[in-house]
């Protein structure tokens, strides 16, 4: 049953920056807090946080958004589908910034502070240089108000800082690390408005996480250290903190923090390799959470039915390509040929045998896809996978000196006479299992014969198979002019 009544509803958000494409890291942490909304019948949020006003664009939302849906992530409020807590780009609601930093100049919890990058990068190197923390020394602190007169008459333009109180202990209670503490006196007064009068993003996420109603702030690890900052707004503006619940890490296959150098790490590039997002669902809900059985194969369903946050690990997640690539397969394998054929197009229309593929009988089609499909690990195997079926036979000396054999080529010949006008995958299967017989000949000297004349290739797919996509003219074709 649902912890979840009435006036407690859960309502979680997804925040994520529109720098760039959506990481397998943010979609991660997308897909907990989907998870966690669904189970708990509550509701998920998408909100955009574009405060970097030089590195976020409209084409990186559209990216994110897109990465989203295509791996099966809905939400119920935010940006395209509307809500009553809006506007959900943060761009959008500097009003609502500026009426509360307002309210934390007015009560002294912030003050205007006209220091310049040049003095604060002096100041930084006197601290580093005597070994002190790095942090803004308060200088503007005690600007009288005549003193601030002065300086905006002269046209400057101030940061608002946030006046940190020292020697104070702050708790973040983490649903999933437990009770992480900060001293106050490590954190120094911090700038919640730029000068150019943009919020800073842990001034503007705790403003848009209390006017959302946010009851659960579940985000990565990276952003731990940013809460007890905003711990202090939450608490000089008198809102009620949410509970928060920091994912770990994700890291590559050596133990180093996920990177390009990892391979592909935005959902785009996987989508484009061919992982269907079914497989990427399931692999990023075992990215640092573990279902309760031995089952790891679990579709949306399953996943929103068994998640819960008491089950996030507090370790960091490897990212193993080979179980996605694994979980991949299983997918793949389990889609209707039908389905899965239309899924392939796109893909096989990059290959050079498109032309031939394209012109297949519908039902030969399904056969090139039935055979192929238990050898692809993504989509885009596919144009790999079907050349054995079109390429021109290529053979080496020791093939031609086994073909060369004049009962080899006697046998060919026979092959050739008892084929049929044509047959459908059965009937090829028939055909075949009774070839050694009818020939009078052991099966080994009957199938790999075959099966070299026909692509030069001792492997490949079956050739009932073969035959039916080959065609009965082809075979005829290539035996003859083997022969
Ligand atoms: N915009 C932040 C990011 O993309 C979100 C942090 C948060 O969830 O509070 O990392």
């Given at each position: 049953m649902s912890i979840n009544s009435g006036m407690n509803k859960v309502k979680v958000r997804f925040a994520p920056s529109p720098t760039g494409p959506l990481h397998i890291?943010?979609?991660?942490?997308?897909?907990?807090?989907?998870?966690?909304?669904?189970?708990?019948?509550?509701?998920?949020?998408?909100?955009?946080?574009?405060?970097?006003?030089?590195?976020?664009?409209?084409?990186?939302?559209?990216?994110?958004?897109?990465?989203?849906?295509?791996?099966?992530?809905?939400?119920?409020?935010?940006?395209?589908?509307?809500?009553?807590?809006?506007?959900?780009?943060?761009?959008?609601?500097?009003?609502?910034?500026?009426?509360?930093?307002?309210?934390?100049?007015?009560?002294?919890?912030?003050?205007?502070?006209?220091?310049?990058?040049?003095?604060?990068?002096?100041?930084?190197?006197?601290?580093l240089y005597k070994g002190q923390i790095v942090a803004y020394s308060g200088k503007c602190r005690h600007l009288t108000?005549?003193?601030?007169?002065?300086?905006?008459?002269?046209?400057?333009?101030?940061?608002?800082?946030?006046?940190?109180?020292?020697?104070?202990?702050?708790?973040?209670?983490?649903?999933?690390?437990?009770?992480?503490?900060?001293?106050?006196?490590?954190?120094?007064?911090?700038?919640?408005?730029?000068?150019d009068g943009i919020p800073t993003y842990n001034f503007?996420?705790?403003?848009?996480?209390?006017?959302?109603?946010?009851?659960?702030?579940?985000?990565?690890?990276e952003h731990l250290s940013n809460t007890p900052r905003q711990l202090l707004i939450y608490r000089a503006l008198g809102f009620k903190t949410p509970e928060f619940a920091h994912i770990s890490l994700i890291l590559g296959s050596d133990r180093q923090k996920m990177s390009k150098r990892h391979g592909a790490t935005s959902v785009m590039q996987y989508r484009q390799a061919g992982y269907l997002p079914e497989a990427v669902f399931n692999f990023l809900a075992l990215l640092g959470w573990s279902p309760e059985g031995e089952q790891e194969i679990l579709d949306q369903?399953?996943?929103?039915?068994?998640?819960?946050?008491?089950?996030?690990?507090?370790?960091?997640?490897?990212?193993?390509l080979e179980k996605l690539n694994w979980l991949n397969a299983q997918y793949i394998k389990r889609k209707p040929l039908k389905h899965l054929?239309?899924?392939?197009?796109?893909?096989?229309?990059?290959?050079?045998?498109?032309?031939?593929?394209?012109?297949?009988?519908?039902?030969?089609?399904?056969?090139?896809?039935?055979?192929?499909?238990?050898?692809l690990v993504c989509l885009g195997d596919v144009v790999r996978e079907i050349e054995p079926f079109f390429a021109d036979p290529r053979y080496d000396a020791d093939t031609i000196s086994q073909l060369e054999q004049p009962e080899v080529r006697e046998m060919l010949r026979l092959f050739t006479e008892r084929l049929p006008e044509r047959f459908d995958l059965d009937q090829a299967r028939i055909f075949m299992k009774g070839l050694p017989k009818a020939l009078q000949?052991?099966?080994?000297?009957?199938?790999?014969?075959?099966?070299?004349?026909?692509?030069?290739?001792?492997?490949?797919?079956?050739?009932?198979?073969l035959f039916v996509v080959m065609g009965i003219p082809e075979i005829r074709r290539r035996i003859s002019a083997l022969i």
């Open positions: 890291g943010g979609a991660r942490s997308a897909l907990f807090n989907y998870l966690f909304a669904r189970n708990q019948q509550g509701t998920l949020v998408l909100r955009i946080e574009d405060t970097d006003l030089e590195r976020s664009s409209l084409e990186s939302e559209r990216e994110i958004v897109e990465s989203l849906s295509w791996l099966g992530i809905s939400w119920d409020e935010g940006i395209d589908v509307g809500g009553s807590n809006g506007p959900y780009r943060q761009t959008e609601r500097l009003d609502t910034y500026h009426r509360y930093v307002d309210q934390l100049l007015r009560s002294g919890h912030a003050y205007h502070c006209f220091c310049t990058e040049e003095e604060l990068a002096e100041e930084r190197q006197v601290m108000p005549e003193e601030r007169e002065e300086k905006l008459s002269q046209g400057l333009l101030p940061t608002v800082r946030f006046r940190v109180p020292a020697g104070d202990n702050l708790v973040v209670n983490d649903l999933v690390r437990g009770a992480v503490s900060f001293d106050s006196s490590e954190i120094g007064d911090f700038i919640i408005v730029k000068s503007a996420v705790v403003i848009d996480d209390h006017d959302m109603k946010i009851t659960h702030v579940i985000r990565a690890e369903d399953e996943i929103i039915k068994q998640f819960s946050l008491q089950r996030v690990a507090k370790n960091p997640a490897v990212f193993d054929g239309e899924m392939l197009k796109p893909y096989l229309q990059t290959s050079p045998f498109w032309p031939r593929v394209e012109h297949l009988d519908e039902a030969v089609y399904e056969v090139l896809i039935e055979a192929i499909r238990d050898r000949l052991p099966a080994k000297r009957v199938y790999m014969p075959i099966r070299l004349s026909l692509t030069g290739n001792p492997h490949g797919p079956e050739l009932p198979y």
